[in-house]
């Protein structure tokens, strides 16, 4: 079984040194669970996105394998999945 995409520590204290102080954001379990909403973040977007992308291509037009997210895909969904989150 392969092991879950995670972002790199590093990243995740980047993002939240922007917002919080350098104390609340330099424990290890911390970065974890930021991390782990993060990877849970993209991969919902990717998923919602997908689906849009799916919805606007034409009957016969790709095959199933060939959808291709787009920009645009991701604006249609954006709102929804921060209002979600």
Do not use: N
Not at 56 to 84: A, F, M, N, R
């Amino acid at each position: 079984m392969s092991e879950k995409q995670t972002f790199e520590k590093a990243l995740v204290k980047s993002l939240l040194t922007k917002r919080l102080e350098e104390k609340q954001v330099s424990k290890d379990d911390t970065l974890k669970v930021a991390g782990e909403l993060l990877r849970i973040f993209v991969v919902e977007a990717l998923h919602r996105s997908t689906k849009v992308a799916e919805k606007s291509i034409e009957p016969g037009e790709l095959g199933c394998d060939d959808i291709i997210v787009e920009p645009e895909h991701l604006e249609k969904v954006v709102v929804q999945l921060l209002l979600d989150f």
